[in-house]
């Protein structure tokens, strides 16, 4: 199994990235994605949540409106728009894949079932 993010990188406040996460080794459609981020110092949060039964997404309070969680499962990769970011976005983000029904927290990461290694996001002011 790999889930192996991509897109990272340093960019000025109010700017964009788009995060992308390709994965193989499982049955992508049967996985709910979630995007993680994690500051040196404080919790790992989820970020976002994109179920795999029909697509809804949820988002976390603070990126709600900026952010946009996206799949294509033709190419197993989902992606994390990123707009009108802000220095307290800075961190690692993660992607990570919990089965569909499985009593899984996307806001806390408990019982995901595979995570990618991160890729680092830093935001200037």
């Known amino acids: 199994v790999q889930l192996v993010e991509s897109g990272g990188g340093l960019v000025q406040s109010g700017g964009s990235l788009r995060l992308s996460c390709a994965v193989s080794?499982?049955?992508?459609?049967?996985?709910?994605m979630v995007w993680f981020r994690q500051v040196p110092g404080k919790e790992r949060e989820g970020v976002s949540v994109?179920?795999?039964?029909?697509?809804?997404?949820f988002y976390e309070d603070s990126v709600k409106g900026r952010f946009t969680i996206s799949t294509d499962n033709a190419k197993n990769t989902v992606y994390l728009e990123m707009n009108s970011l802000k220095p307290e976005d800075t961190g690692v983000y993660y992607c990570?894949?919990?089965?569909?029904?499985?009593?899984?927290?996307?806001?806390?990461?408990?019982?995901?079932?595979?995570w990618g290694k991160g890729t680092l996001v830093i935001v200037s002011s």
């Open positions: 994109c179920s795999s039964w029909d697509g809804t997404t």
């Open positions: 990570a894949a919990a089965w569909r029904t499985s009593d899984y927290d996307w806001r806390t990461g408990y019982a995901m079932d595979f």
């Open positions: 080794g499982f049955t992508f459609d049967d996985y709910d």
